[in-house]
């Protein structure tokens, strides 16, 4: 599938997305950990989604080919929201689709919760709930010095080791180890990883506001970020329906796309 690389002014920053397929105009927003970007999220999914879908997958201001925030704090909820509403200006048509992952499913939902146009949500792996970070949570959001421990983060993202191959390590280095880019990204996610989490968290407002169908699917065997948060979002949204994938862990875009895809049709068809 042949995407066209088009880019947008937001706030004074260039963000960067790729556009591609033709039908229901789905947002895909990826997740934060090391080296995450649009490719570096849904890499295998992408091209079976655009043949069925108008494909918006959006790169977060400070990850991917998108700019960086000028001045700090460069973890800023608020302005990726800011960012998805004005890219979901950029979509032409009355009804849109969002798929988001991890903290990006958060955003899905709060979009879902205010934007009119957003008539359907997809999540893989979503925060939205508080919990207790462990030792596989930290490593998302601390910065890999090296290939070695860049290695060690996807590990506590994807069950089967196996499938981290050459292609997304070096889709995430390309991102990582760019210029000062570590400065950045320490900064971004420096200090209390708790404050992330909560940041993250859906408001009983917010859950209240959200009418639209809801896909949820959580890896059974997520490390870092467990399947109850799913689970606690979903007991305030009656419309949600909830799958457990085993046999992975957070990135099921990566472990198990054909899954994902076969969820996406179901909802977005």
């Known amino acids: 599938m042949a995407y066209t690389e088009r880019q947008f002014n937001f706030e004074g920053i260039p963000v960067h997305y790729r556009e591609g397929g033709r039908g229901?105009?789905?947002?895909?927003?990826?997740?934060?950990?090391?080296?995450?970007?649009?490719?570096?999220?849904?890499?295998?999914?992408l091209d079976p989604l655009a043949e069925?879908?108008?494909?918006?997958?959006m790169d977060l201001?400070?990850?991917?080919l998108s700019g960086r925030k000028p001045a700090p704090p460069y973890f800023d909820l608020d302005l990726w929201l800011r960012q998805c509403k004005a890219m979901i200006g950029q979509i032409p048509g009355d009804r849109v689709g969002v798929i988001g992952h991890s903290l990006s499913g958060s955003l899905a939902l709060k979009l879902a919760a205010s934007e009119p146009r957003v008539a359907k949500v997809m999540t893989t792996g979503t925060m939205g709930a508080t919990f207790e970070p462990n030792e596989h949570t930290v490593r998302t959001w601390t910065f890999p010095k090296n290939r070695d421990e860049l290695l060690k983060a996807a590990q506590s993202l994807i069950a089967d080791h196996t499938l981290i191959d050459e292609t997304y390590i070096s889709n995430r280095e390309k991102v990582l180890f760019q210029g000062d880019y570590e400065t950045y990204f320490s900064s971004m996610f420096g200090g209390d990883k708790r404050r992330f989490i909560e940041a993250a968290v859906l408001s009983p407002d917010e859950l209240s506001r959200i009418k639209c169908p809801v896909t949820m699917l959580h890896g059974r065997d997520d490390r870092g970020f467990p399947p109850e948060l799913t689970l606690t979002v979903a007991k305030s949204l009656p419309q949600a329906d909830v799958t457990l994938i085993g046999r992975c862990s957070h990135s099921i875009a990566m472990e198990h796309p054909q899954k994902l895809i076969a969820a996406a049709n179901l909802l977005f068809s």
């Open 24 to 45: 229901f105009p789905i947002l895909m927003i990826h997740g934060s950990g090391p080296g995450a970007s649009t490719l570096g999220n849904w890499r295998l999914v």
């Open 52 to 57: 069925r879908f108008h494909i918006h997958a």
């Open 61 to 64: 201001v400070g990850f991917g």
